[in-house]
């Protein structure tokens, strides 16, 4: 746990040199990542909403299952049409799906060309679906959820906050997170940038927006 005691010394550090806000933020960020849920808990709204990072992808969530990517979910909010819940993908821009890939790449507006089956059909149909701009969003129990299962995921981790700019009822902040899945384990790492919406008359946090960085501009190139 010797890289959990930098982080905490290194976070109490910069907690003591920063204003209030400053503070919160930091400590929000921190319960975050250590799925520290009742903490989070008691920081966000009853309307929160947490929007991961923008993507270019079908706006679908897949899983691989008997030889095919059985559609499980329809991005919320996103502009798909084509496909549903239920659908299986056989075959992406003439290559066989595997548990691996292939993977959606490109500039949005893209054509993807598709083998699918449509939900209680057995017939093979193609496709020309385009690339679109996604991003995911949940509430409040969705995202606790998620916050203790990925803490759980990782045997210690480090946040380094770089930057924090307030402005009105919005907060943005810069970090950088690393950690190991186990002791003596390889270390990851990311750099993320949020912008965090404060209710100022209850000073909960009502939104979180990660924003689109240069990895996933570069993805589309791939």
């Known amino acids: 746990m010797i890289l959990r005691f930098i982080s905490l010394v290194l976070l109490c550090s910069t ?11 930091i400590e929000f960020i921190e319960a975050r990542y250590a799925g520290a849920d009742s903490v989070v808990y008691s920081m966000i709204s009853e309307d929160f909403i947490y929007y991961h990072t923008p993507d270019i992808g079908l706006g679908i969530s897949t ?6 990517l059985l559609i499980t979910q329809v991005v919320d909010d996103s502009s798909q049409t084509m496909l549903a819940a239920g659908d299986r993908i056989h075959e992406i821009n003439g290559k066989v799906v595997t548990p691996n890939g292939p993977q959606f790449h490109g500039k949005m ?5 598709l083998i699918v089956t449509k939900k209680g059909d057995s017939s093979f149909v193609s496709m ?15 995202f606790l959820n998620d916050i203790v299962a990925y803490a759980n995921s990782w045997h210690d981790f480090h946040v380094e906050i770089l930057d924090i700019i307030l402005e009105k009822e919005k907060i943005a902040v810069h970090y950088h997170w690393e950690g190991s899945r186990e002791e003596g384990g390889p ?6 940038m949020e912008m965090i ?3 100022r008359k209850t000073d909960l946090i009502t939104k979180v927006e990660s924003l689109w960085s240069e990895m996933q501009f570069r993805d589309q190139f791939k």
Not at 109 to 113: D, K, L, N, T, Y
């Open 15 to 25: 907690i003591f040199a920063l204003p209030l806000k400053d503070q919160d933020i």
């Open 63 to 68: 899983e691989y299952q008997d030889g095919s």
């Open 109 to 113: 507006g893209e054509q993807q060309i």
């Open 128 to 142: 020309s679906v385009p690339l679109i701009q996604v991003q995911f969003s949940q509430n409040d129990s969705l």
């Open 187 to 192: 270390v990851f790492h990311f750099f993320a």
């Open 197 to 199: 919406y404060i209710d």
